[in-house]
């Protein structure tokens, strides 16, 4: 399962640090991925990294803003986002990549909300 | 990137109809296709993948259809907890969702 921790109340600007505990499969063997909800809207993919944390990637809109990072040791994923704005608002979710699924989402975190608001 | 468009975007249905939403892809994505059922306050669940595999453990009611551009989600005869929304994915390159359908109890 995934456990997501660290959303918040965060001001315009702010920075936040959220974090995924992974648990009941290896977790270095799977590509991880963080996915958003703006409240009452879809889904949309935020980013993934690779097994190793070699390869990481990032839809535009949070480029240059937002870190996606893992530590395998702790079976932990992270996402540092910094320079929040209002539109960051979002339940996120980590979720697990599957190839063998044809790289579908199998496994999601119940999510953490993240308010950025003054 | 690639967008996802599907319709409708709600549905009332009632307990025992067919129901099939659809999800058009803006280039072909050959079968890098998912579908994902999202009830209220809850995560998404995956239900099909690669087009037309259904995921384990998923009712055998849920079916997927399409290659290419165009897909299908049906669910052949619903059940009350089948009212959510669904999600439709593209995993042919970053990953991009549909805007969602939210199916309606009539």
């Known amino acids: 399962q995934l456990v997501e921790s660290g959303g918040g109340l965060v001001q315009p600007g702010g920075s936040l640090r959220l974090s995924c505990a992974a648990s009941?499969?290896?977790?270095?063997?799977?590509?991880m991925s963080w996915v958003r909800q703006a409240p009452g809207k879809g889904l949309e993919w935020v980013a993934n990294?690779?097994?190793?944390?070699?390869?990481?990637y990032y839809v535009d809109s949070v480029k240059g803003r937002f870190t996606i990072s893992r530590d395998n040791a702790k079976n932990s994923l992270y996402l540092q986002m910094n320079s929040l704005r209002a539109d960051d608002t979002a339940v996120y979710y980590c979720?697990?990549?599957?190839?063998?699924?044809?790289?579908?989402?199998?496994?999601w975190g119940q999510g953490t909300m993240v308010i950025v608001s003054s | 990137d690639i967008q996802m468009t599907q319709s409708p975007s709600s549905l009332s249905a009632s307990v025992g109809d067919r129901v099939t939403i659809t999800c058009r892809a803006s280039q072909s994505i050959s079968n890098y296709l998912h579908w994902y059922q999202q009830r209220p306050g809850k995560a998404p669940k995956v239900l099909i993948y690669?087009?037309?595999s259904l995921q384990s453990g998923v009712p055998s009611r849920f079916s997927g259809s399409g290659s290419g551009t165009d897909f299908t989600l049906t669910i052949s005869s619903l059940q009350p907890e089948d009212f959510a929304t669904y999600y439709c994915?593209?995993?042919?390159?970053?990953?991009?969702f549909g805007q969602g359908t939210r199916l309606e109890i009539k």
């Open positions: 979720a697990r990549r599957r190839d063998h699924l044809l790289l579908a989402f199998d496994i």
């Open positions: 994915q593209q995993s042919y390159s970053t990953p991009t």
């Open positions: 990294i690779k097994q190793d944390g070699s390869e990481k």
């Open positions: 009941g499969f290896t977790f270095s063997n799977y590509w």
């Open positions: 690669g087009a037309s």
